[in-house]
């Protein structure tokens, strides 16, 4: 089936920096998404980015689909950007249509 | 507000006690999904419905009922619930493109359900 693997697992920052975390899949797709899970378990949707680039605020993606790989952008990091970030692809494996998550980043911001 | 709503947000039972996790979406989704999710197994879906009455296993389904008799609701029903189905439930709607795939994901709060 279809592997998605995220890098790095982890990530601490100080507040300000920019980040990049990147998204690895190992079969074309048709949908990828970004999702932060802050602290209180909530996963919020970030980015619904198949192909090309996306900006919101601080944030952007970009996917590059012919190379199976999409990185989200943060940039100025604050305190409540800190949480989970995953992506997810969706696939049809065996029939039976799937999000498939990466493992995850967990990212950190200090104060 | 679109939303997607669960409820209850936390529950503790007993094993073999049955339960029920309810799951609402206002947005008119066709999609609606359930998922677990696990320390260090990361995110997992359980059952999934394309649409009314039709329903489908996901990675983990065993030990789980679902139906989907509305377009608005899913519910994730443990029959006789055990300490490895305690974990961190969401449920997800989204709309159907025209290819057939999902669009953008919407989750709902969560339910932690501990099974002792």
């Known amino acids: ?111 | 507000e679109a939303q997607v709503t669960q409820n209850p947000r936390y529950l503790i039972t007993v094993t073999g006690k049955k339960l029920t996790v309810t799951c609402s979406q206002n947005m008119n989704h066709e999609y609606m999904s359930w998922y677990r999710q696990d320390p260090g197994l990361g995110l997992r879906q359980i059952y999934y419905s394309m649409n009314v009455e039709v329903t489908d296993k996901g990675d983990v389904p065993e030990g789980y009922k679902v139906s989907r008799k509305e377009k608005r609701n899913f519910p994730l029903i443990l029959e006789s619930p055990s300490p490895n189905q305690t974990s961190l439930y969401f449920c997800a709607s989204s709309p159907i493109s025209k290819r057939e795939d999902t669009d953008t994901q919407y989750f709902g709060p969560g339910t932690r359900l501990t099974v002792l």
């Open chain 1, 1 to 111: 089936g279809i592997q998605v693997e995220q890098s790095p697992p982890d990530l601490i920052l100080q507040e300000g920096a920019n980040s990049t975390l990147r998204c690895n899949f190992s079969d074309s797709v048709n949908n990828l998404q970004w999702f932060h899970q802050n602290p209180w378990g909530q996963l919020i949707n970030l980015f619904y980015i198949p192909s090309g680039t996306k900006q919101n605020g601080r944030l952007s993606a970009t996917t590059v689909a012919t190379e199976r790989y999409s990185l989200l952008y943060i940039s100025s990091s604050q305190t409540t950007d800190s949480g989970v970030y995953f992506c997810a692809v969706f696939a049809i494996i065996q029939g039976a249509q799937k999000l498939v998550f990466g493992q995850g980043t967990r990212l950190t911001i200090n104060p």
